[in-house]
Nanobody, 125 residues
């Protein structure tokens, strides 16, 4: 059974940094595109934040470009989201997701088959 476990969320002040981690129980982890999404309130759509594919090509939402960095450590089956210069509008539950094995990354949540339980990030002003 595939499991994605996020960690690293918390309460920080505007301008601070956080690093989220997602440990994945995926065989041949390096061949899976991985993404981060966030949901800012219950009932709101889960929105794309960042993604990385097997070749380490990355993509970002415009709202986080230049502040967030996604990376992966295939030896540890882990994907990271380094978040710098955090803003109150970054407050959300952040979800890690695994896409279709062997494919390039997608910005659409429907292209991701496996999801973590989410980790809360709260940024105070």
């Amino acid at each position: 059974q595939v499991q994605l476990v996020e960690s690293g969320g918390g309460l920080v002040q505007a301008g601070d940094s956080l690093r989220l981690s997602c440990a994945a129980s995926l065989r041949t982890f390096s061949s899976w595109p991985m993404g981060w999404f966030r949901q800012q309130a219950p009932g709101k759509e889960r929105e794309f934040v960042a993604a990385i594919n097997w070749s380490t090509t990355t993509g970002y939402a415009d709202s986080v470009k230049g502040r967030f960095t996604i990376s992966r450590d295939n030896a540890k089956n882990t994907v990271y989201l380094q978040m710098n210069s955090l803003k109150p509008e970054d407050t959300a539950v952040y979800f890690c997701a695994a896409g279709r094995q062997g494919s390039v990354y997608s910005t659409r949540r429907y292209d991701y088959d496996y999801w973590g339980q989410g980790t809360q990030v709260t940024v105070s002003s």
